[in-house]
């Protein structure tokens, strides 16, 4: 969905390296999420942020792994020292403010970024 | 907290062909289901939505499905099916407190043969 933009489309880094993957919500959308796709794996649930401030953090791993999403710009996953079992597809997806009946739970998603550590 | 099994990984079916694709889900609490629609190398895409009311949800592409609260199921149909269809089906819930944090099943691969 070309409407949230996430970039680089496909990054490949080193054990060791560190990895910066970038989104940009659909305009009008104040909240961002994460999910990482593993290999034959369905979507799991990462991070969700609001500008600013980090809403739920519970699915992300305790180390090497921080997320943000900045008073300005696009929100940000970071992943320090990379390890092959980081290699994954990550998505980003947003979604409006407001109630359920205003669409607010429907998240539209990235097309994803693809991490290949060596 | 909630899971969601698809009871098939992959599907193979004929152009035309009726097809529909199982999902059952777990929880404790009242939940939202939806089902999202992955083809090669995108992201997903929203099909359609259960929030409340009428268990017969359509969506998109011909696409729709039935909630059935006793058995706890969400299976996707489609009465007929084309070439374009192939992807990858994701089946997700949600519990009404914490609406935005979607859980996945592990996805049902369908391939339409011609």
């Known amino acids: 969905n070309a409407d949230v933009m996430q970039n680089p489309r496909h990054l490949v880094r080193r054990r060791g390296q560190e990895a910066r993957l970038r989104c940009s919500p659909m305009?009008?959308?104040?909240?961002v999420y994460w999910y990482r796709q593993l290999p034959e794996e369905g979507l799991k649930f990462m991070v969700y942020?609001?500008?600013?401030?980090?809403?739920?953090e519970s699915g992300m791993p305790k180390e090497r792994f921080s997320a943000e999403f900045p008073k300005e710009g696009p929100s940000i996953l970071r992943i320090q020292q990379v390890v092959r079992g980081d290699s994954a597809a990550y998505f980003c997806?947003?979604?409006?403010?407001?109630?359920?009946?205003?669409?607010?739970?429907?998240?539209?998603f990235g097309a994803g970024s693809r991490l290949t550590v060596l | 907290a909630q899971s969601v099994t698809q009871l098939d990984s992959q599907v193979p079916v004929f152009e035309e062909a009726p097809v529909e694709l199982r999902c059952n889900y777990s929880?404790?609490?009242?939940?939202?289901l939806f089902w999202y629609v992955q083809y090669p190398n995108q992201g997903l895409q929203l099909l359609l939505k259960?929030?409340?009311?009428?268990?017969l949800v359509k969506g998109i592409n011909g696409f729709e499905a039935e909630f059935n609260k006793s058995q706890t199921s969400f299976h996707l149909r489609k009465p007929s099916v084309h070439i374009s269809d192939t992807a990858e089906y994701f089946c997700?819930?949600?519990?009404?407190?914490?609406?935005?944090?979607?859980?996945f099943g592990q996805g049902t691969r369908l391939t339409i043969n011609p």
């Open positions: 997806a947003s979604s409006p403010m407001g109630t359920v009946h205003s669409g607010a739970n429907v998240l539209t």
């Open positions: 305009k009008g959308h104040s909240h």
């Open positions: 942020l609001q500008k600013e401030n980090i809403i739920d």
């Open positions: 929880s404790s609490v009242s939940v939202y």
């Open positions: 259960y929030l409340s009311g009428s268990t």
């Open positions: 997700a819930v949600s519990d009404r407190k914490g609406a935005q944090k979607l859980v």
